[in-house]
């Protein structure tokens, strides 16, 4: 590694052993001394740069500065400076060179140096302090410069390092458009040159130029792929030596997959048919191992294909044909014959027949019997479900019929096993499920009938009702069902004896299909619209409760399921059990790797929930902040150099991507925002502004900010057709590129209006001071309220927002051009009194809004709950309440401490702000300052309401209702079906303590919150 981030270091040999002791102890002053006495003496110019160094150690501005000014005046002189003395000027400026400095400084006299002495052991040292500082401009000459001296020493890694990082410039923003086209063009030109290398030789030696490992394939693939024309791409594909069949013979299986994904692409849908035939062929004759091409994929693009074939009974015969002989091969490898199974499955489904004619009247079609074929074999392994869900979900209803009435029951006859029979009634439960999401299980019901309209818009065609989408009769027809056979597991010895050796325990299955069903017949829907109501509003709490009870519940028997941990952290954020969430949440261990993909299914929101979290011993963000400071401390990606060495190269472009990417993470930025948010909660002093950061430094407007959170873990039940459980889960819209902006240019504006200066500060030109101040401020505001406005009226904006966020960026947004107006209005000047009307009264309008809703949570309740249940749930909507109150509180304030420093400056008071201007903002801060009140008052009563006795009982009503009859007859079955699973309202006290507890710890934090 180079010297310049690792250390101190050590002088030549021939330095004498009195300097070498003395820059060894950091005694700079004697360096100093000595050294330029050695440079009088020598005149080697390697003591002044020792002499430079020393000084730059020094406590002085100007020495400090000494080394900046060395390498700059090396940079003009377009001499070639020698490597040690580079090496000290690099450690000498490395508090002061900044990754775009390095690019124009010491990244080219690098690169000066490796092409005067291309031969030196050095010059790799030099690359590789190009690349820690992502100096790819520098970096790709000092790969050439390596390429052309050692282009017949038959060390080809220089080659690719030239062509990869080629490639990278091409790619980057460091490069210019102009200069893109030029790269591109030359990494295309190269790599297709060192193809015709290998095209054109019988045998490709290991010191040839040519292509000869999978990463260098690979390497072509991609660069091509990217750079190249789809036809040259196609052309080179039909390579007998570097095309992808020639690459599968070599076991080469994801230069295979990536051609094939290129074709898919262009929906080049002949090709593709064309080389899965071919790769199939290679197995059945023996030039590859015939497990190898027996992939489930290939046999899915390889169908897929067939069925956009022009003659598509043709094309499905033959692979109808490729398949009866693989059937034939006769193995006993289980992921083969399963492989086969699928294919099977697939192939039935691309038949272009009409569903049903081809099978009895009762719904037996092929594709019916090839389901039921392929469950017979695997309704135990784990991949069961989610194998057949799609198919099953494109079944006609008279299909659905014929599987759920005549195979699965026959094939349920057949089992004489116990756990093998509880297994597949576990699986047809969740295939029920499955069904009261398909649209194919319904019709439409008349909206008028016998001169009424009807409320109900379907007909369920499984159980005849009328009903809406999902039917809620067949949900709770589901949740009985299921139950039962929940009860039959737990009172049978023998079944939980062998439960251990399945895939996974029927139990947790159960318990997921009641619990969704149970919600989804509470009324609780996906959230994505600024115009939702508060969480829990529209749901009956009662079979909430019961839900989250029978999960609660199978998370005790079974707490090691990822599954169910995540759906219950999630309800358990919903009801406002922020801090028993993340008791649920903690054992799941969230590895550094997937920090960025997975903290959103907890974290974001978080301090508009429960900033109490926030006060625990170890810091919320703590291993999100670790992670990103981790890996984006240097603005290479990480251990990339690595990659380097071992000749990795299609790493290398997935280290790049990825590093990218992670740099633009909306996770990312919701980590920064949420705790800076909970460090003003509680009056915590935030260190640096946000723009500041090393970490944002790169975001502005332009910027795309991506949300990679990964929802994979989740168990998902749904049809196709329906949204996602997690859509249901959420507080609101998942995280965007237009929140993550507008929450960072939110976060600006009050870094700006919470500025104060030190209080040892003493310009040293008060005017001058003065009249800059008023310019960064005025250009500061213009910009922002600009970009808040720009954000906000986003077409896609309305639907990534809750009702609270969108009123609070909107309000920030006018204080932003209230602020504005009134600072670059003075009391001399003519007031814009009609501007500032719109705007103040905008304000006022959208924060009534905002109040108007957070009032609301008193209104009358359902279910015999009363409003605590619902202001407890709805946490979001107060926390933005507060948080926009504030917001018009500091503006205000911001604007009359303004005003008071241009009259102590200005006593004449010509300079001071106009005074209607001053009232109108005094007028927001009256009016946000009585909401503030009313936030203390409402957190208040709360921890009073909690502090009264009797909740066990009260929760427990909630639940299960104050009495025998209390609720509908559907909802009354699905009651005693949950009583039965959780142990009944004895079984439900612990829960309901744990729950109690948790709303206060929330309560007590709110607390805690400043108010002013």
Sequence with gaps: MSYGRYGRPALKNSVDVQLQTAFTDGNWNTVIRLADKRFKTLKDPYYEAIRIAAESQLDGTTERCTALIAIDELVKSKAVPDYDTLELLEWAARDYLYDTEYAETLGPLRARWVKANPKSKYSVKCLQSCLEFWDLVSAQQIATTLDKAFANSGDRQYMFWSITLT??????????????????????????????????????????????????????????????????????????????????????????????????????WDRIYDLCRQALRLGLDGATPTFSVCDYKVWKKFALAASKSKDHDTALGEVQSILKEFIALKTNTAMYKKNIALALLDTAFRQPTAPGSSGSESGLTPRVIQIGLYLDSYFDKLSAFDDVKDFVAELSFDEVKGLMEEVLPKMLEEKSEKSSQVILKSLICKLRYLLTTCTQTLSHNPSVADGQEQDKPYQCRLCSNLTSLPCENCLRSVVTEAAQIYQQIVDDSELLAVIPRFDKDPRIDLALVMGNSILKLSGLRPRTSDVAPAPLRDVNPSLFLQAVLVLDTQLKVTPGDVALRLLLAQLYLLLGCASYAYQIWTPLDVKRTIQDSLSPLFFDRISSLSPGLFTGTRPLMEPLRSYYNNSLHSSCPLRIWDAFGSGSYSSILEMTEFDSKLRRSCTLMMSIVEERRATRAFGGKIECEIGDLALTENIDDTTTILNKTDYGSFVNLESPEGPPIQEFLRIGPELSNERA???????????????????????????????????????TLSQLNNSLTGFIHRPTTPAALTSPEATYYTVVSLLSAAVLTALST????????????????????????????????????????????????????????RETALAMRHSAAFVQAWNDRELARDRSGKSTLHKDGLAELKALDAMAAKTVTEVKGHIQKLKEALGQGGWLDKMLDWTFGAAEGSQEEGDEKVRKAVEDVVGGREGAEEWVGKVVESWGQGVKGWGLVKME
């Design 826 to 881: 003075t009391r001399a000047e003519p007031y814009p009194a009609e501007t500032m009307s719109v705007i103040t009264s905008s304000i006022r309008t959208a924060f009534t809004g905002l109040h108007t809703r957070f009032t609301s949570s008193s209104t009358a309740s359902k279910g015999g709950v009363d409003e605590t249940l619902y202001s407890l749930s709805d946490m979001h909507t107060l926390s933005y309440v």
């Design 741 to 779: 902006h507008l929450s960072f240019l939110a976060e600006q504006y009050l870094d700006l209006i919470h500025h104060k200066p030190p209080k040892d500060h003493r310009p040293y030109k008060p005017s001058e001071a003065s009249i800059k101040e008023r310019a960064y401020t005025f250009e």
């Design 167 to 268: 490639y990278l410039l091409s790619i980057s923003p460091q490069c210019s458009e102009a200069s893109k086209k030029v790269y591109s063009l030359l990494v295309v030109k190269q790599l297709e040159r060192a193809a015709d290398n290998t095209e054109n030789s019988e045998k490709v030696e290991p010191k040839d130029r040519g292509l000869l490992q999978e990463e260098e394939i690979s390497l072509y693939y991609r660069v091509m792929l990217s750079h190249g024309s789809k036809e040259d791409f196609i052309s080179r594909m039909e390579s007998s030596k570097l095309g992808p069949l020639a690459q599968l013979k070599e076991g080469r299986k994801d230069l295979f997959y990536q051609a094939l994904n290129a074709y898919e692409s262009w929906s080049e």
